[in-house]
């Protein structure tokens, strides 16, 4: 459908050729010192955490971290890749629970607050009021935890790490402010062309969101993909770990360990050092990384709702 | 009576856009609304093997579970710290976020485009453990390598481990760094989704960048900006308590400047709390931020009705 | 009054459940009924080893056979003890038998039905095991007069003292460490002289130069353990509690540890350091700690020998520390008490139970050398006592290949150096004035921890200050309520 529309890129290389105003060039170049600046410093960070997960250990903790390994060592991984099959069964894990909360939630919000931005529906102002409340109120922990627990018998069941993150309001609200700038008039003129609700969602409004699809998927893809608080909660067989939870456990129990370590009479085994803390970190953001690119594509300026129409 | 009608009317009406509402209204009741019960438990004297409505009720007609939010004086600083740190934060990362996005979307230079809206999504991915063992080894006064490179310069060393103020910013900054990919996502969607349309008719004007930038961009990005502010408002007394813990820790010396709601609970409730002093202070969060998005919402509704969230 | 006969109805209980052993195992209607086959449930603190369910499976057909019940274990990793705990004890999941301690506030627990009564149950069910069990451990595990926990039998020290690098101290031709100016001579050497130590003291995560100091002058936390706010002097005649920072000798203290701070013994930014002073010693990051007996023997073993870790006890006069250092208890959620006491009873009498529980199976994840030490094969796959501290046993505890070859003088001379002390039996009781402690414990880590690592650029402005905001958070409260406690034990107990 957006075959017909030009690429602005493509634009902006033919409006090239024929003048820059100095005003852009001012833009851009001030921009890109900018937005330099704050990938550098993003970027920094990240490499210093790479280099430390390939560190010597004792190295770590007398020098501090570097941008290249001043020790070079592989033990972080090596240790981490101990018992291969946790991880990856782990990892199978994540990406079940990733996949079908994402699909699900997706659906979920983006049909609601489609709905919910829709003028000509009375109630929607108190709809969404009733969903909004439920982010200044909940159950508390131990309420929801019983009710998931004895009543819908979630324990050790892969359902309780995705209901809880299925229908995030935040992001309802989000999309429904995307949805807004759909003009009416299209869905008017749709429906007079004889659209069901239905089919108007579906054909007309979906693709229209795009961008906001792609970004409240991605977000909602992170929040699973980085949960490990239900894990926690919810699951205690080994076999069901997702792989933040197992990271996390490994990571926050040397830290809770060296705080507690002053009270417990028991002397504990070694704790896992900051060389494989860092390794930790890399094995579990290096997928979903990877994953951005593609999502980025939908992230291009340039799709017109003329087009749509068209 | 003729309300009743009106309701009846209207369900008639849009049944089918309120049947599609239907997945997501049956999914708040059961998983949120349900538990919401649970709340009472802020007024009981939490017996473990009474439950939740059996345990007995708490002093001070139910109130006691709160008292000690308040007995030290410390209630109303550390209220109010929340609420200064969650706003600064707020308007600072917000700011930052919506400039990046801004350059990201109208600069030049496809490649550099794509790689600086990659790299600046990478601290996202770094956990609040991870970022506070950096922040040590880059700020503590011995080795650190601030200390380092200002001697190198220099300078004196300076432990800013004892000075509370310099955390506000440190605080604000990390903050910034670590959201500013996620939050520029959702503004770039959000100009994407503008009307390519607008800035042609804009070029054939003759407009230079900064006025596109002032008369289309930024106008059609306000109800975004205007929704984000609303849903952060409503969790303006609830602090980031992994930020705040894995940044501050235990180190007494600053919590003057650094301490907020969370982790003055935390810190109270190490050892001899109880669930019911727990789920307390999260009421406590609740009601207020409650209070404070109902009046800020009303006036948005008599300014813009448009934007209010519900 | 009421409390003293409370006191004194426990000690006949208790000398009756002693008594009645015998009468309960010959018991007419065999109460020890295996004949329906149970799934019993533990919670265990740690990490489970990799290994763990291969050795739990070869367990299980061991329990099957024997004991016609089979056992799922599940742990609670260090990093969500804080909310797991809780939220296992209050959600009423069947549970038999979870871990318990002092330090996660047993007591309070125990106080709000979190466990069940065991003084009708231990006699029959675990008739065996109870015979090694001293008495005053089950006293120590009884809250209100009833029996809650059935802890471990192995004792434990309140010594506390440096460990220190013995071939640093050599180098530089110093004194073994005897006391704590001794134990400073040793940190200044490393100070002028090995500027690759960046914390000769051991980081702030073992804050315990301030608990030693205090225990060495006598002084019995009403926690029974580190880090507490409150004391009583146990030499008094009628012991007085009092918040640390109320003791007389508090500013003689902060005065120390301000010129130890000042001397550079640790880094300036102590507090935020998260890391444990064994990992940091390990890593040449720091040349000493402050720590117990068990802690050494660990760095001992874990460390080069050329490094020749050494340890003196810092605190002259020491006690046993409660056995609720370390207990199983059972939850009040269980639907089978009796089966799982009697399995516990079979792991703390039966040595095939208790080495796999604790080592894994013998001639995969461990051996016993000719010393009776244990040689762990994989510490990565099986790491030796996996949460199992709560039924550790003294008759089965074996010290690790590798421990320091003086272990048992050593232990032989703290045990020479043991003098009784009735409050360690004492279980302090918060509930009452729960608001006004977690206040303290506040004021506490933001005004006292620091002054106690001698951070403070004023010292009398800021001891002011803390004294302030204590009496601000409602310290007398708290210190009236435990004064009427310790009274009332003191009552019924001393002699």
Known sequence: ?310 | ?310 | MKKAFRSLALALALALLMGMLPAAALAADNPLDTSERVELVMYLFGNEPPRYPAMLEEFNKMALEELNCTLSVYFIGWGEYTTKYPLLLSSNEEIDLIYAATWIDFANLAKRGAFLPLEDLLPIYCAESLKDQPPEALVQGSVDGHVYAYTSNVKTYSAYGAIVRGDLREKYNLPPVTDFDSYAAYLQAIVDNEPSFTDAAGGYNDPLFEDAWMFSKGLHPLTGSTGGVYYIDTTAEKPTVFAAHEWEGFREMAEKMKDWSDRGFWPKSILSITDDGGTMMKQGVAASRVHNFDNYVSDYIQNPNEWKIEWTNLVPKINHLSYLQDTMAVPSSSKHPDRALMLLDKIRTDARYYNMLTYGIEGVDYEFDENGFVKVANQDTFASEPGTWGFRMEKFHRQGVGAPPTYVEEKAALEAAVVPNIFRSFNMDTAPVKNEYAAMQNVYAQYYYPLSVGVSTDLDADIAKLAEQATAAGNDVVKAELQRQVDAFYAANAK
């Open chain 2, 1 to 310: 009576m003729k309300q009743r009608n009106g309701f009846l009317r209207e369900m008639r009406r849009n049944r089918t856009l309120y049947a599609m509402l239907l997945p997501a209204v049956l999914l708040a009741v059961v998983i949120l609304y349900i538990p919401m019960a649970g709340l009472v438990v802020a007024f009981k004297n939490y017996q473990y093997n009474l439950g939740i409505f059996d345990s007995p009720w708490a002093k001070y007609g139910g109130f006691d579970n709160f008292r000690f939010l308040f007995i030290s004086g410390k209630g109303f600083s550390i209220t109010l710290n929340t609420a200064f740190y969650n706003l600064f934060n707020l308007v600072t990362s917000q700011a930052l976020s919506m400039v990046v996005a801004i350059v990201i979307t109208e600069m030049r230079g496809r490649i550099f485009k794509r790689a600086t809206q990659s790299v600046i999504f990478l601290p996202y991915f770094i956990s609040w453990i991870i970022v506070g063992s950096f922040a040590y080894n880059f700020f503590n006064y011995e080795i650190g390598s601030l200390n380092n490179m200002m001697e190198a310069l220099g300078g004196a060393r300076v432990n800013l481990y004892g000075i509370p103020g310099a955390w506000v910013f440190i605080i604000m900054a990390f903050n910034c760094w670590k959201w500013v990919g996620y939050n520029s996502i959702i503004y770039i969607a959000a100009i994407t989704s503008i009307d390519a349309e607008c800035y042609e008719a804009a070029d054939i004007d003759g407009a230079n960048i900064w006025r596109k930038i002032a008369y289309i961009t930024l106008p059609s990005v306000k109800p975004t900006v205007i929704v984000i502010f609303l849903l952060n408002i409503s969790r303006i007394l609830r602090g980031d308590f992994q930020m705040f813990f894995q940044l501050i820790g235990m180190n007494g010396q600053l919590f003057n400047a650094t301490d907020v709601i969370d982790t003055y609970v935390f810190r109270s409730l190490i050892s001899g709390g109880d669930v019911g002093m727990t789920a307390a202070a999260t009421l406590y969060q609740s009601v207020l931020c409650f209070l404070i998005i109902i009046a800020v919402n009303w006036l948005v509704k008599r300014t813009e009705p448009d934007y209010a969230l519900f």
């Open chain 1, 1 to 310: 459908m957006s075959a017909t529309n030009p690429a602005r890129p493509g634009r902006q290389k033919n409006r090239n050729r024929i003048k820059t105003p100095a005003s852009f060039l001012a833009f851009n170049y001030l921009g890109k010192l900018l937005v330099g600046l704050v990938a550098l410093t993003c970027l920094l960070p990240f490499i210093m955490l790479v280099s430390a997960s390939f560190t010597n250990e004792t190295y770590i903790a007398t020098h501090g971290f570097d941008l290249w390994p001043g020790e070079l060592s592989t033990k972080a991984y090596e240790t981490l890749f101990k018992n291969p099959s946790d991880i990856f069964r782990a990892y199978g894990v994540t990406l079940v629970v990733t996949g079908a909360g994402t699909l699900a939630g997706l659906m979920l919000i983006s049909m609601t607050a489609y709905v919910l931005s829709r003028k000509d529906l009375k109630y929607r102002n108190r709809i969404a009021f009733f969903f909004y409340f439920t982010t200044l109120f909940n159950g508390g922990l131990i309420s929801t935890y019983i009710f998931l627990v004895r009543y819908l018998g979630l324990k050790n069941n892969l359902l309780a790490l995705i209901l809880p993150l299925l229908f995030n309001v935040f992001y309802l609200l989000i999309m429904r402010s995307f949805m807004a700038s759909i003009p009416a008039s299209i869905i008017e003129s749709a429906k007079i062309d004889g659209a069901g609700e239905m089919r108007v969602y579906v054909q007309l409004v979906l693709p229209l969101a795009k961008p906001g699809l792609a970004t409240i998927g991605l977000f909602i893809a992170l929040d699973y993909w980085n949960d490990w608080y239900n894990a926690m909660l919810y699951i205690s067989k080994q076999a069901l770990y997702p792989l933040q939870y197992l990271l996390y456990n490994m990571i926050s129990s040397a830290q809770a360990l060296a705080r507690i370590a002053s009270q417990t009479q028991v002397a504990v085994a070694q704790l896992p050092s900051q060389s494989l803390r860092m390794a930790m970190a890399v094995v579990a953001m290096g997928p979903i990384l990877l994953v951005y690119p593609f999502v980025q594509k939908y992230f291009v300026k340039g799709i017109t709702i003329g087009a749509v129409k068209g």
